[in-house]
């Protein structure tokens, strides 16, 4: 049986460090191999949790496997003229640290970047942090449609028997959000945004609105997103968390896992009515991404042949 990588499952540490890095000219594929190698190790032993994801080019040039349907993330535009949109901003690699001591996580990451120089560049990095009880910086807890922590392994990860199996595909996205509008709406339209109660509160809006959050990301097998009746389909697992910049940019950074990419695709196509043939989601009034790539987490024995 394939090992997923424990970050993925694991409990987050309430700070987080996301790095994302492309190969410069003249990179060297070794000396990538042995850094990551080292990073690795280096977490474990400081008892840190590191998810390792990579773009499809590095993926396949690190001889990762041949998974299906393993696309570049493309900036998502919205259909109805509003000029909203998720930008893409596909890089090659991610290192995504998590744990307890904030000193230690910035150590960790910053030994590998410094490692990887003249073979990788950084493009982007973001710390975040968990804000009370999983909250988002809106006020509405975070992660509410997560399956079961027993089913999240079914949801996030490639079966056995599979290419790949035991990897999981990865959205990862900075978005920003424009608290001030957002709380200058009353309480029944903020919750009507999101189609959920607001923090202390968990549940869903006994009627929830076609332009709602949920609504676009709560996948149905009868196509009625959002609304009680038909089962769940294509779930992930979210792993997101908030942050807060100097110049006072504030927003989640989301992370979400499954087993194939499509449906990760496909609720961003929702959420921005690429297609101009439904309703967009009202929250894109109030956030958007500012950065995003898809990345591919192999097992611990891929990602282990790979860094051979």
Known sequence: ????????????????????????DGADLGRIRTVLRDAINGAAGHDLNLCVGFGPTLLADLGGPAVEDFQPYETFVAGDGSGREAKGTQEELLLWYNGTEKDMIWEMQFNARTALAGHMAVARETPTFIWRDSWDLTGFVDGTGNPEDHRQPDVALIPDGQVGAGGSFAIAQRWVHDLDSFNALPLDQQEAVFGRHKAPYTGKLAEVPNTAHVAHVELRKDGNHGQEGSPKRDEIARRSTPYAFHDGTVGLYFMGFCKSQAPLRERMNLMYNTDGSGVRDQLTDFSNPASGSFYFAPSVEDLDAMLT
């Open 1 to 24: 049986m394939a090992t997923p990588q424990p970050a993925i499952f694991d409990e987050m540490g309430r700070n987080q460090w996301y790095v994302h890095l492309s190969r410069v």
